[in-house]
């Protein structure tokens, strides 16, 4: 059963409940007029009853005297007639009296009314028989006699209406007091039912629904902590809580498949990563063997995979190549590019006559087929082993500095360029120098100088000339090495944002031509 369907037979049983309620207390209210209106029939009738006794024995009293005061004998003979028949009428209201007050207490009103009916009879009856006999002060005595029982007799028939009006009044009070004690005694019944019905309701709340949603919570905190392994309750259910058992269950089969995902996809970018990096010279120090250059590079990567790159190698064997650049973007789109870069740069440099010629004629493949738009800065520089002149061209890339025993450091000046790949019309001029033996040259990535610190300060270039003025004379693999050094403490506890490349050149003296040594 659903949920829905628990909640409606829940509400259903209420609504039976106030239904039941309100019968039971519409048929009691009815009941209770029913008895009221044969109190108030019976009030009323003997009221009716006492007016009419009243109206018989002052009829009866006024025939009888009638009949005793008029001198014709015919008259006499008819009012005796009448009092007769109205005598016949009071002993049938007298019966009817009876009926009406039925309760004991009722009895000596009842018995004191016959007591002074029989007198008030017994009177006409003495002065019915005095007629016959003489007219005179007898009859005179007895007619006042019978004013006086009669007088009784509206007594008693007074107390007989005080007496209806009495249970007419105590017969609406205990009607309202009976409505009043079964409405409490509905009320009661009523709240108990509704209780009875609520806690049930509570009950199967708690053992067939809440109990299911804790179950569901504890599913559903576990899949944020990263559980993908726990097994999903109530997926069989056919509820609103399985519908929302089966949502959790396809996602955590998704965040499975995400996972598998996510490992092959962490194994192919450390599978790019090797690569690239094989890409990067296989000594990243070199030394030629007359100790005429020496020359080391680092790539460090933010992510897996770089879009920096570096590299150099000999063009022949008096002359060598060195090349740095930074792809725009990050993750695998950028290391492609910074790859198809440095594979261009490095395939027309052995057709090239000039850096400037190579960074143009590379620029024009990668423009031509650049659909997404992409570029990359890059700096590209031949050194001539045998006299030190250093040739070089830059495509909008961060230029090298120069590290002079004797006038310190200094960054080499040279047309900016635009970055490789924005458009095709584009000639890059190239640049010379002189090197003098034991100058070095320092190439790098903004991923140096822009390295961040904890408060949000930049490395910046003023602390990398420092160091590098005073670290210049140090050897290549030393020099590189303190860099990195002085930009991991620089920027402890905050992830690197950039990728760092770093290239050190240093020309010690003139030399033969030598063999390829990159």
């Not at 049938?92 to 009842?110: A, G, I, T």
């Not at 519908?243 to 490992?263: C, G, I, T, Y």
Request: aromatic letters at 6%.
């Amino acid at each position: 059963m659903s949920i829905r369907s628990k909640f409606r037979l829940g509400f259903a049983l209420l609504l039976a409940t106030f239904a039941a309620f309100g019968w039971y207390t519409i048929e009691q209210t009815l009941q209770l007029n029913r008895q009221f209106r044969e109190v108030i029939n019976r009030s009323l009738s003997a009221m009716i009853t006492t007016d009419e006794m009243t109206v018989a024995t002052s009829e009866l009293a006024n025939f009888e005297a009638q009949a005793l005061l008029d001198e014709d004998a015919g008259l006499r003979s008819e009012h005796r007639a009448r009092a007769k028949a109205i005598r016949r009428r009071i002993r049938e209201l007298e019966l009817q009296y009876r009926e009406f007050y039925s309760l004991p207490s009722h009895q000596v009103v009842l018995d004191e009314l016959a007591g002074n009916l029989d007198a008030f009879l017994e009177t006409l009856d003495k002065q019915h028989a005095t007629h016959e006999a003489e007219r005179g002060e007898v009859s005179r005595e007895l007619l006042e006699e019978s004013v006086r029982r009669h007088k009784r007799v509206i007594g008693s028939l007074v107390k007989l209406d005080q007496v209806a009006s009495r249970m007419a009044r105590e017969a609406a009070s205990a009607s309202a007091e009976t409505a009043a004690r079964k409405s409490r005694l509905g009320v009661a019944t009523a709240v108990v039912i509704v209780a009875l019905v609520l806690l049930g309701l509570t009950a199967l709340t708690d053992a067939h629904i809440l109990r299911d949603i804790r179950r569901l919570v504890e599913a559903i905190d576990s899949l944020a902590k990263g559980d993908i392994a726990i097994v999903v309750p109530l997926t069989k259910q056919r509820n609103e809580l399985g519908d929302v058992a089966r949502a959790l269950e396809q996602f955590r089969l998704n965040a499975l498949d995400r996972e598998r995902l996510q490992k092959q996809e962490a194994h192919d970018l450390e599978f790019a990563r090797r690569i690239q990096l094989a890409g990067v010279p296989r000594r990243p120090r070199v030394r030629s063997d007359d100790g005429t250059f020496e020359i080391c590079g680092r790539l460090v990567p933010s992510r897996t995979v770089s879009g920096d790159f570096l590299d150099f190698h000999q063009l022949d064997s008096h002359r060598l190549a060195v090349a740095i650049g930074d792809a725009s973007g990050k993750g695998v789109a950028s290391a492609m590019f910074a790859g198809w870069a440095r594979g261009t740069l490095k395939s027309e440099s052995l057709r090239a006559t000039s850096p400037g010629g190579c960074l143009t004629a590379a620029n024009r493949v990668l423009a031509r087929r650049n659909q997404d738009m992409m570029f990359v800065t890059a700096f590209y520089g031949i050194l001539d082993l045998a006299d030190g002149s250093f040739s070089f061209a830059n495509a909008g890339h961060e230029l090298p500095y120069l590290l002079n025993s004797t006038d310190g450091v200094r960054q080499l000046a040279a047309d900016p360029g635009l970055p490789l790949g924005v458009t095709e019309k584009i000639d890059f001029q190239t640049s010379r120098i002189r090197l003098v033996p034991s100058d070095a040259i320092v190439l790098f990535t903004d991923g140096i100088t822009e390295a961040a610190a904890a408060d949000d300060r930049l490395f910046g270039r003023d602390r990398l000339i420092k160091l590098l003025a005073d670290h210049r004379q140090a050897d290549c693999d030393a020099l590189l090495d303190m860099l990195l050094g002085a930009v991991r403490e620089f920027s402890a506890g905050v992830p690197p944002s950039d990728d760092i490349a770093l290239i050190a050149l240093r020309y010690n003296a003139p030399a033969q031509p030598v063999g390829q040594t990159g």
